[in-house]
């Protein structure tokens, strides 16, 4: 199947604004399910007036956050997708910059160094574009990610040794969620990355970090860890935007990998409580869009 790359330019404009603007399903599930289960006060008032500011954002399509983010692009190709690899990533960045040119949106990208702007969310390395490969032939998926400076500001990497065992990574979520306090805008998701090396490892934690909840590692041993630490972050007291309370987390998320027989690295990061994304997929039945 042949994509048309100008199809892809307007799609990555289009996630992107949609990203900034409508909160996935999940997410105001989430929403639902902590706010019926917090018995802190304050708690209670933070969760009610962040479930107002979802609804009137939504309904005046307006952002649900100022901070626009560093804009992710998450790639999944089949294997009957045709393109010029080169293109598509010049596609997607131009759709980037079209979508802060063309709208009200706040470019939050800076050269690290000068801090100059060039007020299109893009900059050298930025957007950053992760490729993938999916058993779906006939399927091109392009996931965006707004992430915004509060979430990636709170993110860790341990390299712990093998003998510190299991008890090393869940005192390390803990200290971690402990540290970061209301700086991450709680409740979060939790991200944890473990095993592989240094830099997958971190790359592991914001795959975590941005999943949808509801879904599990896929890791048994993992899957079992996410429900263990997800129980423990909320008796922390942290509570929505730290102020106190049961909230503290929707969920705690791991994604792991094989790593070397003398390292065990564990990574976090952590995704605020405007957990954004959104979804281009292209099929030989067309375009649609999705979270």
Same mark, same amino acid.
């Given at each position: 199947?042949?994509?048309?790359?100008?199809?892809?330019?307007?799609? *990555?404009?289009?996630?992107?604004?949609?990203?900034?603007?409508?909160?996935?399903?999940?997410?105001?599930?989430?929403?639902?399910?902590?706010?019926? @289960?917090?018995?802190?006060?304050?708690?209670?008032?933070?969760?009610?007036?962040?479930?107002?500011?979802?609804? &009137?954002?939504?309904?005046?399509?307006?952002?649900?956050?100022?901070?626009?983010?560093?804009?992710?692009?998450?790639?999944?190709?089949?294997?009957?997708?045709?393109?010029?690899?080169?293109?598509?990533?010049?596609?997607?960045?131009?759709?980037?910059?079209?979508?802060?040119?063309?709208?009200?949106?706040?470019?939050?990208?800076?050269?690290?160094?000068?801090?100059?702007?060039?007020?299109?969310?893009?900059?050298?390395?930025?957007?950053?574009?992760?490729?993938?490969? @999916?058993?779906?032939?006939?399927?091109? *998926?392009?996931?965006?990610?707004?992430?915004? @400076?509060?979430?990636?500001?709170? /993110?860790?990497?341990?390299?712990?040794?093998?003998?510190?065992?299991?008890?090393?990574?869940?005192?390390?979520?803990?200290?971690?969620?402990?540290?970061?306090?209301?700086?991450?805008?709680?409740?979060?998701?939790?991200?944890?990355?473990?095993?592989?090396?240094?830099?997958?490892? &971190?790359?592991? /934690?914001?795959?975590?970090?941005?999943?949808?909840?509801?879904?599990?590692?896929?890791?048994?041993?993992?899957?079992?860890?996410?429900?263990?630490?997800?129980?423990?972050?909320?008796?922390?007291?942290?509570?929505?935007?730290?102020?106190?309370?049961?909230?503290? /987390?929707?969920?705690?998320?791991?994604?792991?990998?094989?790593?070397?027989?003398?390292?065990?690295? &564990?990574?976090?990061?952590?995704?605020?409580?405007?957990?954004?994304? @959104?979804?281009?997929?292209?099929?030989?039945?067309?375009?649609?869009?999705?979270?």
């Amino acid at each position: 199947m042949k994509i048309d790359l100008k199809q892809v330019e307007e799609a *990555s404009k289009e996630i992107y604004i949609r990203a900034l603007k409508l909160l996935p399903p999940d997410i105001k599930e989430g929403f639902k399910r902590l706010d019926a @289960s917090e018995t802190n006060a304050t708690g209670k008032a933070i969760l009610g007036t962040m479930i107002r500011n979802i609804k &009137v954002a939504e309904a005046n399509t307006n952002l649900l956050c100022q901070d626009t983010g560093i804009p992710i692009y998450n790639v999944v190709i089949g294997s009957n997708i045709a393109f010029d690899g080169y293109q598509l990533k010049q596609a997607i960045t131009k759709g980037c910059e079209r979508a802060t040119k063309e709208h009200p949106l706040r470019s939050s990208v800076v050269h690290p160094t000068t801090r100059q702007n060039e007020h299109t969310s893009c900059g050298r390395g930025v957007p950053v574009i992760n490729i993938d490969f @999916s058993d779906k032939p006939d399927e091109l *998926s392009i996931e965006m990610i707004p992430k915004g @400076s509060g979430s990636e500001f709170n /993110s860790w990497l341990k390299m712990a040794f093998p003998a510190d065992g299991i008890d090393a990574i869940k005192t390390f979520v803990i200290d971690c969620v402990l540290e970061a306090g209301g700086k991450t805008c709680p409740p979060t998701i939790v991200g944890v990355g473990v095993g592989g090396t240094a830099d997958l490892c &971190v790359h592991l /934690s914001k795959v975590a970090a941005t999943r949808p909840l509801g879904t599990s590692c896929t890791d048994p041993e993992g899957a079992k860890l996410e429900q263990e630490l997800s129980a423990v972050v909320n008796k922390l007291g942290v509570g929505p935007q730290g102020l106190g309370g049961d909230s503290t /987390s929707f969920a705690v998320h791991i994604e792991t990998a094989a790593t070397h027989i003398t390292l065990n690295p &564990v990574a976090v990061n952590m995704q605020c409580h405007s957990a954004r994304r @959104s979804r281009a997929t292209f099929t030989p039945q067309g375009l649609s869009y999705g979270f």
